[in-house]
């Protein structure tokens, strides 16, 4: 195929994807100017402070979480390095509202550590007098999130730590500098890409939660989107708010990317770097710092999970729990293989036209990551339906019967959201895999008469397998955790394990379906220690 | 071949009942499964019909309107009034002239034009701290913002449906300017932030953080039948507030017929199951809500909690005020 065929490819998948954000952009351009005034006059300024600071301080917390950890196992030999490369990505495997419920409940006025720090301090706690230790605010929140997003970057940016080229870490070394030094100054700006792909996420992540900062009494403008579209009854304005946020989003991104200008960050593989060997309080709080965000994001809240499942002993034999899990499961798969596939026609389509605009398809089907994931199944209903009705009118005007909700109605719309909702996660896994690709490979495969599909084939699929892994575990992780669209979208008789958990949660007794939420954990267990493991395998 | 094409047509005729009973009726519900699931699951017992459930705690009004006229919903069920008068406003509902209904469910808890109707009501109580708390049986909502009760007042999220409502009913009693003003001084007497539901609140209340709080009445029921949360139950009163002027604000749980059915039988039949006694026992001894059939009483521990004056200002009165409530809770900042 020749570079326009494949433009002509890129395009209409990502026009597929990018029907939803459009038509809900159509809605935005409704007149509702009075209740957006009302919001403005109110609350609005309080939710966009509200918001930057949730974001900044989970980006901030994912970073210092994320990127010494990366470095370390990348680079550094210390006690038990071997078991904390996959260690750490476990807290992917947690749903974020998990991990928020157990948290509170453990920091609660009445739980266990106010509790032991109340009868070591001797607290007074007369009604309206005491101080309180507040969990249910902002940074709470910020900390919830970035205990469960934080695997997103480390897994990036350890595989980016990896690839460097070592030559570089090696005159670094033999110029004098220390294992900091040498972090600090050659390889955290190497991985630049890297870091903000993998902050990009997390920052959308964040930006979209609903779950977890409702649960928090946080309210951001995500809560601003829900309000006006189901307390107002707007959801003209309510699309006009995720637009907002959208560009506020874009915005920062093209500043980074003009920021980062015309440098190039290309990966010579010429093996691995001899590693850094930790001795002393070095290797101890290394150690200590990796042990510490296993147990925070994953031990500790499996454990209580487990003890909710004993504790209330329903550990529903119910098979259908089983068909429930297998129903989410091969959904999750389907969606992780169709994100992952499209991520590569679009980052090769990018890479082979000489056009400037081929770099689009890619993006604008990433911007879907932004919406909050009610207003995404919205809007993913808006041109699936009238689709469909317009097909169901055809077909009874032309004397048939009428074949009902094909669509909308099926497991379609559900794959079709996922898939729009997480192209995002494959674009960016796939897209930093393909950035750190020599031209010159390229080069040389044209001039041996190779054609585009035997250059994708034969040179860059095998040369970015880690990321193809990486992209299909990672959205297949997503998908069994998502929640808001699932409910929306899932037809009859249809759940997913993360819907039937949430008819408990809630009503906040998480307590019922502890069994199944472990199930959830459970599934993303599996391909998270896939993840690491791909990861691990050197070119 | 003639003769095998009449057998076979014979042996259809005798054959489709048994393909008649593969009847099913679809509902969407606001309400979760688990609530519902045993009162369906009765009436498939009954009647063979299949009851296919979608549940979704948001947006399922939007779906509908998006569906249009090839939506596969029969049936709606929403556990609170506004919802169910949303869809009805929207032109989503359609009317169940059953004669059935008008037997089974009073004047007040359904519809003029027959298109929503009530299945169980619940009322907005107050829980009050057992030995902190004097004058309970006096206790009015306006006294929520009185400076007596400063840092002693937990509540979940002004944004909550059940919340809502209340506001509305006092914007229909009292007017905007009262109501903003009374909002205020509930914002300063609060122990927290608005967090949680109306359960965490009695657990607060339980724990000393507050005195009071605002939950629906059924919620004392669960919690003295939940080994975790007994404790909470027995540290308050259930208090059924303003019983020295207008009377409790009541809610609704409710039903409505979609617009498109595309079963409209067994909608019908459902129905009038929802609101025939068998069901509406089920609701009272399950939900410990108070039925609407006037023909079946509260359970023992509902009816344990003592008899009370509801606010008679029609629902639909209170509706109207809705948005209001919401436009307020955000110029007073309710929830920050």
């Known amino acids: 195929m020749n570079n326009k065929k494949w433009l002509i490819l890129a395009w209409a998948t990502s026009f597929c994807l990018i029907l939803p954000a459009l038509f809900l952009l159509a809605q935005s351009f409704a007149p509702d100017t009075e209740l957006f005034d009302h919001l403005w006059e109110t609350v609005l300024p309080d939710y966009i402070v509200n918001t930057l600071q949730l974001v900044s301080l989970v980006l901030i917390f994912s970073a210092l979480f994320a990127i010494p950890v990366a470095w370390l196992v990348a680079m550094c030999d210390f006690p038990g390095k071997r078991y904390f490369q996959w260690l750490l990505m476990l807290p992917l495997a947690m749903p974020a509202y998990v991990v928020a419920y157990v948290y509170t409940d453990l920091f609660d006025f009445a739980g266990p550590i106010q509790r032991v720090l109340r009868a070591l301090f001797q607290w007074d706690v007369a009604v309206g007098q005491h101080w309180f230790f507040e969990i249910r605010n902002v940074p709470g929140a910020a900390v919830m999130l970035a205990l469960v997003l934080y695997p997103y970057l480390y897994l990036i940016a350890r595989t980016a730590f990896l690839e460097q080229g070592a030559h570089l870490l090696q005159v670094s070394r033999s110029l004098g500098q220390s294992p900091w030094q040498s972090f600090k100054r050659v390889a955290v700006p190497l991985c630049r890409p890297a870091i903000v792909v993998g902050l990009v996420f997390i920052g959308a992540e964040a930006l979209g939660d609903f779950a977890t900062v409702h649960y928090f009494a946080v309210n951001t403008l995500t809560t601003a989107v829900y309000d006006s579209w189901l307390g107002h009854g707007s959801l003209s304005a309510a699309a006009k708010i995720s637009i907002l946020m959208l560009i506020g989003v874009m915005a920062i991104l093209a500043v980074e990317r003009w920021q980062r200008g015309r440098q190039r960050y290309y990966h010579k593989y010429t093996g691995q770097t001899a590693l850094f060997h930790l001795s002393g309080w070095q290797a101890k709080g290394a150690s200590a710092y990796c042990a510490l965000l296993v147990f925070a994001g994953f031990i500790l809240p499996a454990l209580i999970l487990l003890s909710y499942t004993l504790k209330s002993m329903s550990f529903n034999t119910d098979s259908q729990l089983g068909v429930v899990l297998l129903q989410t499961a091969w959904l999750a798969i389907l969606a992780a293989v169709i994100t992952t596939a499209l991520a590569i ?195 | ?300 521990m509902v009816k344990s909690w003592g008899e009370f004056e509801a606010d008679a200002l029609p629902l639909t009165e209170t509706a109207k005020h809705r948005q209001t409530a919401y436009r307020l809770l955000d110029e007073v900042k309710f929830d920050l």
């Open chain 2, 1 to 300: 071949m003639k003769k095998s094409g009449l057998t076979a047509v014979v042996l259809s005729i005798l054959v489709s009942p048994v393909y008649a009973a593969d009847k099913e009726v679809n509902i969407y519900s606001y309400r979760q499964p688990f609530l519902i699931e045993p009162i369906t699951e009765e009436f498939t017992k009954e009647t063979g019909i299949k009851v296919n459930i979608l549940y979704s705690k948001k947006g399922i009004a939007e779906k509908l309107s998006r569906e249009g006229k090839y939506s596969p919903a029969d049936v709606v069920l929403t556990s609170d009034f506004n919802r169910l008068l949303e869809i009805t406003k929207k032109g989503l509902t359609q009317a169940n002239q059953d004669v059935v209904l008008t037997e089974t469910i009073p004047t007040q808890y359904r519809d003029d034009n027959r298109h929503w109707f009530a299945l169980t009501t619940r009322a907005r109580a107050m829980y009050v701290s057992r030995d902190r708390v004097s004058d309970q049986q006096s206790l009015t909502y306006e006294q929520l913002g009185s400076p007596d009760f400063k840092g002693r007042v937990c509540i979940r999220s002004g944004k909550h449906p059940y919340n809502i409502s209340l506001i509305a009913s006092m914007v229909a009693h009292h007017g905007e300017a009262e109501t903003k003003a009374w909002l205020t001084k509930l914002k300063g007497n609060l122990a927290r932030k608005p967090q949680g539901n109306d359960r965490g609140q009695v657990k607060a209340i339980q724990e000393g953080v507050c005195d009071i709080s605002l939950g629906n009445s059924y919620y004392f029921g669960k919690m003295l039948n939940n080994e975790e949360q007994k404790p909470w139950a027995a540290a308050v009163n259930l208090v059924f507030p303003n019983q020295i002027d207008r009377g409790t604000h009541v809610n609704i749980s409710g039903m409505a017929m979609a617009m498109h059915a595309p079963n409209r039988a067994e909608a019908e039949q459902l129905m009038a199951y929802l609101s025939s006694d068998k069901a509406q026992v089920l609701y009272a001894q399950m939900n410990m809500e108070y039925p609407v059939n006037p023909a079946v009483e509260p359970s023992e």
């Open chain 1, 345 to 539: 026609i679009f980052s090769f389509t990018n890479r082979i036209s000489r056009q400037a605009s081929a770099a689009l398809p890619s993006k604008l089907s990433s911007m879907s990551y932004m919406m909050p994931s009610t207003v995404l199944a919205i809007a993913v209903l808006i041109p699936m339906t009238l689709f469909e009705i317009t097909l169901n009118d055809l077909w009874v005007w032309l004397g048939f019967d009428a074949p009902g909700l094909f669509l909308s109605g099926t497991v379609f719309a559900l794959v079709f959201a996922f898939v729009v909702r997480f192209q995002a996660v494959a674009n960016g896994t796939i897209e930093s895999s393909f950035l750190a690709v020599s031209p010159s490979l390229d080069m040389a495969a044209k001039s041996m008469g190779k054609s585009n599909q035997q250059l994708l084939f034969s040179i860059h699929i095998p040369l970015i397998r880690k990321s193809i892994s990486t992209a299909v575990l990672l959205v297949f992780i997503e998908c069994m955790k998502e929640l808001p669209a699932a409910l929306l979208l899932r037809p009859f008789n249809f759940d997913t394990l993360a819907t039937y958990v949430y008819q408990y949660v809630s009503d906040e007794q998480l307590e019922q379906a502890a069994f199944a939420a472990i199930l959830i954990v459970l599934a993303g267990l599996y391909p998270v220690i896939r993840l690491t493991q791909t990861g691990e395998r050197t070119t």
